[in-house]
C-alpha cells in the first residue's frame, strides 16, 4: 500500500505536506513494526494520517504520536 498514491489524490496538500505525510506514515509503520505492506493495519495507518491531515495537523512528529497513541488505546482495549 502506497500512501504517496493516496496523499497525491487528495488536492489539499502541497508537495511539502504530502513529504511531511509520507514520511510520518514510514515512521509510524517503522514505531508500529509494520513490515507486511499487505497488512491491513497499513491500510489503518494510511487512513488515520491522512485524516488528521485533512483536519490541519501537519507536522510529522505529531502525526507520527497521535496514531501511535491511538494504537496504544486499541490495543489496550483489546485485551
Do not use: H, W
Not at 509520507?22 to 491522512?50: C, H, M, Q, W, Y
Amino acid at each position: 500500500m502506497s500512501i504517496y498514491r493516496s496523499v497525491e489524490q487528495e488536492s489539499v496538500f502541497t508537495p511539502e505536506e504530502i513529504t511531511a505525510i509520507t514520511d510520518a506514515f514510514e515512521a509510524a509503520l517503522r514505531g508500529l513494526g509494520l513490515v507486511n505492506r499487505s497488512d491491513p493495519l497499513v491500510e489503518t495507518v494510511a487512513a488515520k494520517i491522512i485524516e488528521l491531515a485533512k483536519a490541519g495537523e501537519r507536522d510529522p512528529e505529531r502525526l507520527v504520536d497521535q496514531v501511535l497513541t491511538m494504537f496504544d488505546q486499541s490495543a489496550r482495549k483489546a485485551c
